[in-house]
């Protein structure tokens, strides 16, 4: 597993240093088969909340292991994400918890 742990520190160093203005993360949790990471961050909810999950997981990938995201705990300003390590195939992601509708409404006759 001392393989898989400097993987994922690589990938939190350089998901910080390329994302570290919106959001940032650390890992919380070692567990058997994955780990849970924290992002902190001034997100916005409707232009990509959870590709920044995605992007660590990808940065994992480069350096060797496939992981996903199979749990998110959304917080007010962040998330607890747990990842798991997938074989070959489709890597698992973990449904959004919360649908943003956007409406816009325009009033008849000025206004």
């Known amino acids: 597993m001392g393989g898989f742990r400097e993987a994922v520190e690589g990938a939190v160093e350089e998901f910080n240093r390329y994302h570290g203005a919106e959001a940032r993360v ?19 909810l409707t232009c990509g909340y959870y590709d920044y999950f995605d992007d660590l997981a990808r940065l994992v990938e480069e350096r060797g ?8 705990e959304e917080l007010e300003e962040g ?10 195939g489709e890597r698992p992601r973990a449904a959004p918890q919360k649908l943003v509708l956007i409406f816009e409404w325009e009033r008849e006759q000025g206004g």
């Not at 650390?26 to 916005?44: K, N, P, Q, T």
């Not at 998330?79 to 798991?84: D, T």
């Open 79 to 88: 998330a607890l994400v747990e990842y798991r390590l997938v074989g070959g």
């Open 65 to 72: 292991y496939r992981v996903g995201a199979v749990r998110v």
């Open 26 to 44: 650390r890992v919380v949790e070692w567990l058997e088969d994955g780990f849970v990471a924290e992002f902190e961050g001034h997100f916005c």
